[in-house]
């Protein structure tokens, strides 16, 4: 009994001794950081994915990062690099278009497809082709190195402090470009800085949860946060932290649970989002009275 | 004219002419607009109107001629300057506070995020610009859950908060129901009058503006003219101006009203400028 209690990962109310267990594998402890970093950049990006409406345009990012990433693959070089390159050159041309972004989902739609075209013809000239494909398909968040670690802090500094920087500027152009133009702000530019920086944090975000469930790490905590505060510097807060939750737990779950961290923490933000839903429908509901197509009727007749 | 008075002036425009692409809008257009003047714009969809703004914000140089805002050439991002354009309702879905929106007219321009010495004095005049356009009781909602007239009081308000000396107004009543219309006229007027304000308002229908306007600013056929509403506001000239026919009605206490606009302002097709 105690030599199956060695082997077998500890989980109980001692929390001091919960914590240690979790990061007594360098595994875990690069998994940890790797994963906060990746969570924190993509929590602050994906609130102003959001309100720009670029949630689409953000995941045709992330499987045109695919094409890249199996392309880097085939010929030698590091997965982050491809993923890099094919990011950000298809994110500066999705900038350049800024405002009419929003309607070309068609157009992104047949660039995506293409690119996961050129993925598969890339994994079909490479050997080995099914673990790489899952791997960029899913996320490697275990198999985390040091060097990447590295990396993955400096792309999330950069990508922090740039948001940082534009902050305001980027909030006024996203909910009204026009003014903003008139008012000296550089629209076009600010939206291909935007978009690069949405590249970098997408090949990042990569690595934690892969291509496809890109979106539980950039869309779903800002959406969440948007049902639950209309001040965009506490929607920025409340996203970035619940996408540091989302990944922790998933990490944590996956560690005492044989099955993939991505499902872990898709999973926990596709529940999260339900019970947003539900809690911010009841509020409604209760501060504009019961039933609701009543109130409405009365304010409509009121004098 | 002398040249104080030009430099006077609010806007002086000479011999001004705009394209939009390669194409010619309108040209010869040579005005002068006093300091305080409520301007109403008119002209039929398509002839030039904002345009004619986008000129006025430095967003387009003029294709000939010189042009004059506050005795400097247009240039984009000046704060003397507010600006509502024009546009359909905001999206619903927007998450963001009537308050936080009408302080990016404060500094939302500005690089980086607000510091908090500097909130105060922000939050002081935002507070100041809601207060301006009547907005308290909605300002902390969200802007894209406000009704039409709500949206257009705080983006009033954001255009206010820099304490700009022109508002450029791009069909603010479109859309709003009569009284709607007739509450933001008689708000945009009283400002005008308190704060100083130089006005330019493009709209279809000049009914709601009657009591408020000083001078009519026309755009049609290519060209640009100024002039007082009795000269403008009479049937053969706004026949002339929208190519369809037009009547002027008067009533027993002077009060007028335009019947025919209304069909005019029916087709809503895109302006060229945009």
């Known amino acids: 009994m105690t030599g199956l209690l060695l082997i077998m990962p500890y989980f109980g109310w001692d929390l001091v001794r919960d914590v240690q267990e979790l990061f007594r594998y360098p595994f875990m402890q690069h998994a940890f950081e790797a994963g906060t970093i990746v969570a924190l950049t993509a929590g602050v990006i994906g609130y102003f994915v959001v309100v720009r409406g670029l949630s689409f345009a953000a995941h045709a990012l992330s499987h045109i990062g695919f094409a890249g990433g199996t392309g880097a693959v085939l010929l030698g070089l590091p997965l982050i690099g491809g993923l890099l390159v094919f990011t950000i050159a298809a994110g500066a041309v999705m900038g350049a278009l800024g405002q009419r972004l929003r309607g070309r989902d068609v157009t992104i739609g047949i660039v995506m497809a293409w690119s996961l075209g050129l993925g598969v013809l890339f994994l079909a000239l490479f050997n080995g082709a099914a673990s790489t494909a899952v791997s960029i398909l899913f996320g490697t968040i275990l198999g985390i190195a040091t060097r990447d670690v590295v990396l993955t802090a400096i792309a999330g500094a950069i990508t922090l402090v740039a948001l940082a920087a534009m902050y305001r500027p980027l909030l006024f152009a996203s909910l009204d470009d026009e003014v903003a133009q008139a008012k000296g702000v550089p629209v076009q530019a600010l939206s291909i800085a935007f978009m690069v920086i949405l590249a970098i944090a997408v090949s990042e975000a990569v690595q934690v949860v892969g291509v496809l469930l890109i979106f539980a790490l950039i869309v779903t905590p800002a959406a969440i946060a948007e049902r639950f505060t209309i001040r965009p510097s506490r929607g920025l807060l409340l996203s970035a932290t619940l996408a540091v939750l989302f990944t922790w737990a998933g990490l944590t779950i996956a560690y005492y649970l044989p099955y993939p961290v991505s499902f872990f923490i898709t999973t926990i933000a596709f529940w999260s989002y339900l019970l947003a839903r539900l809690v911010s429908s009841l509020r409604l509901r209760v501060a504009t009275g019961f039933p609701r197509p009543w109130r409405e009727e009365q304010f409509r007749h009121s004098p | ?274």
């Open chain 2, 1 to 274: 004219m002398a040249p104080s008075d030009r430099a006077r002036a609010a806007i002086v425009a000479d011999d001004v002419a705009a394209t939009y692409g390669r194409r010619l809008i309108w040209r010869g257009a040579s005005f002068t607009i006093e300091p305080g003047e409520f301007i109403v714009v008119l002209g039929p969809n398509g002839s030039g109107k904002s345009t004619l703004f986008r000129l006025l914000l430095g967003l387009i140089p003029p294709a000939a001629g010189t042009l004059a805002v506050l005795g400097q050439r247009p240039r984009r991002g000046n704060a003397q300057v507010g600006y509502v354009p024009q546009r359909r309702e905001l999206d619903r879905d927007t998450p963001v506070r009537g308050r936080d929106f009408v302080h990016l007219g404060f500094d939302g321009h500005r690089w980086g995020f607000e510091l908090p010495g500097v909130a105060r004095a922000a939050h002081r005049q935002v507070d100041e610009a809601i207060e301006a356009v009547n907005a308290e009781p909605y300002a902390d909602r969200s802007i894209g859950r406000l009704s039409g007239g709500e949206q257009q009081r705080l983006l009033l308000a954001q255009a206010l908060v820099g304490n700009p000396r022109l508002l450029l107004l791009d069909e603010p009543l479109a859309s709003l129901d009569l009284r709607n219309q007739v509450g933001i006229s008689e708000l945009v007027a009283s400002l005008a009058r308190t704060l100083q304000l130089t006005v330019l308002l493009i709209a279809h229908d000049i009914n709601p503006l009657l009591p408020v306007v000083d001078r009519v600013l026309y755009v049609a056929h290519g060209g640009v003219a100024i002039g007082k509403p009795v000269d403008v506001i009479t049937g053969p000239t706004l026949s002339r101006l929208y190519g369809s026919p037009i009547e002027v009605l008067h009533d027993s206490h002077g009060h007028m009203f335009v019947v025919g606009l209304e069909a005019e302002s029916g087709h809503h097709e895109a302006e060229p400028a945009r």
